[in-house]
T-cell receptor
Framework: DADVTQTPRNRITKTGKRIMLECSQT?????MYWYRQDPGLGLRLIYY???????NKGEISDGYSVSRQAQAKFSLSLESAIPNQTALYFC????????????FGDGTRLSIL | SQKIEQNSEALNIQEGKTATLTCNYT??????LQWYRQDPGRGPVFLLL?????KEKRKERLKVTFDTTLKQSLFHITASQPADSATYLC??????????FGKGTRLHILP
């Protein structure tokens, strides 16, 4: 079983719809992250959470919100989806302490028509 | 603004040769640098970490160097194989553990 699981793996939806992407992890890590990846732009951080009560904006948080329901669960919402939010979305976790590597899920491919 | 550049969008290397990927950065003082591998349809997978006070790190056929004066890291794969074909990402981390990723280099090992 994957350590970091993202659902759904693929989603096609329409402009204006509310969408939630979910991430769960079995690694026991406190830190969780949401990224989007676009061709030519690389991975960009949307939000991150260093523990259940800690939520922080990343580089490109406008149009997104998150919820950290438990240590193992971190969801990303698009309140009113727009076409330029079409991208590949990744959830990642890391341990606490300095210099920890990030562990990624296999992504959600989101298309907004 | 902070900037990471991975010098080649794509790189073709003959099987058996050494592949060398470059990561340059500006306006950033990293405490460490990481390299990840990403296969199509998958998330990035961590390979190696090197700290600012380290010059070189090795793991099997992989070698990473880090020159904070040149603001550059080199990632080498020796005796390359077609299975090494993937996109490789470098990532810089600071002392607050904030990480920024490069755009990646697509490496093709030609049989």
């Amino acid at each position: 079983d994957a350590d970091v699981t993202q659902t759904p793996r693929n989603r096609i939806t329409k402009t204006g719809k509310r969408i939630m992407l979910e991430c769960s992890q079995t690694k026991g890590h406190d830190r969780m992250y949401w990224y989007r990846q676009d061709p030519g732009l690389g991975l960009r951080l949307i939000y991150y959470s260093f523990d259940v009560k800690d939520i922080n904006k990343g580089e490109i948080s406008d149009g997104y919100s998150v919820s950290r329901q438990a240590q193992a669960k971190f969801s990303l919402s698009l309140e009113s989806a727009i076409p330029n939010q079409t991208a590949l979305y990744f959830c990642a976790t890391s341990g606490t302490g300095a210099y920890q590597p990030q562990h990624f899920g296999d992504g959600t491919r989101l298309s907004i028509l | 603004s902070q900037k990471i550049e991975q010098n080649s969008e794509a790189l073709n290397i003959q099987e058996g040769k050494t592949a060398t990927l470059t990561c340059n950065y500006t306006n950033y003082s990293p405490a460490y640098l990481q390299w990840y591998r990403q296969d199509p349809g998958r998330g990035p997978v961590f390979l190696l970490l090197i700290r600012e006070n380290e010059k070189e790190k090795r793991k099997e056929r992989l070698k990473v160097t880090f020159d904070t004066t040149l603001k550059q890291s080199l990632f080498h794969i020796t005796a390359s194989q077609p299975a090494d074909s993937a996109t490789y990402l470098c990532a810089l981390g600071n002392r607050d553990d904030k990480i920024i990723f490069g755009k990646g280099t697509r490496l093709h090992i030609l049989p």
